[in-house]
């Protein structure tokens, strides 16, 4: 069955990088576009970037200056590192698949917070 | 980029219809879709293209829209149902999300 699953650091200090790391099973990476989304605490979901089947990536204007998502197919991962990390950082972040049209699975998500 | 816009929160009595609504500030077509978030827990498709039941999702579930101008609509409302509800678009990157209405049960 179709799974994601997120990991990663959950402290990480102010100015320092993120590196997340996403693990998937049950589909292919060159068959899907996987896509990070994440969450402040009590606030709402913000689209981060996504890396299509084909390898291209696309990034939240918001976030390109810091943002980077990789792949490693032969492991079934897709990797997140986001540099110069601020307290307003500090959320749940989700890597999912977009099926058909909309995002079908989530990961279920890694906490980060920012703080020294 | 697209916005989208969503009431903050709803209240409804259980068993009633409820209607929880999108409105975007350029059309999306039909590229709009439905996620309900339980507390500490990921968002879960409900509702894809506008219109189209996700698989495993209960029938009192629908979505209707196009454009500008989207619902989603439980009818019946059961006690399981009480979550946030968030839209999101895939018409243009990047994709949005709308903020979200809260769920509460009379």
């Known amino acids: 069955q179709v799974q994601l699953k997120e990991s990663g650091p959950g402290l990480v200090q102010p100015s320092q990088t993120l590196s997340l790391t996403c693990t998937v099973s049950g589909f292919s990476l060159t068959s899907y576009n996987v896509h990070w989304v994440r969450q402040p605490p009590g606030k709402g979901l913000e689209w981060m970037g996504v890396i299509w089947s084909g390898e291209n990536t696309y990034y939240n204007s918001a976030l390109k200056p810091r943002l980077s998502i990789s792949r490693d197919t032969s492991k079934s991962q897709v990797f997140l590192t986001m540099n110069s990390l601020q307290t307003e950082d500090t959320g749940i972040y989700y890597c999912n698949r977009r099926g058909t049209e909309a995002f079908d699975y989530w990961g279920q998500g890694v906490m980060v917070a920012v703080s020294s | 980029d697209t916005v989208l816009t969503q009431s903050p929160a709803l209240a409804v009595s259980l068993g009633q219809r409820v209607t929880i609504s999108c409105r975007t500030n350029?059309?999306?077509?039909?590229?709009m879709h439905w996620y309900q978030q339980k507390s500490g827990q990921q968002p879960k498709l409900l509702i894809y293209?506008?219109?189209n039941l996700e698989s495993g999702v209960p029938s009192r579930f629908s979505g209707s829209g196009s454009g500008t101008d989207f619902t989603l609509t439980i009818d019946p409302v059961e006690a399981d149902d009480i979550a946030n509800y968030y839209c999101?678009?895939?018409?243009?990157?990047?994709?949005?999300f709308g903020s979200g209405t809260k769920l509460e049960i009379k």
């Open positions: 999101q678009q895939s018409n243009e990157v990047p994709l949005t």
């Open positions: 293209s506008a219109s």
């Open positions: 350029k059309s999306v077509s039909t590229y």
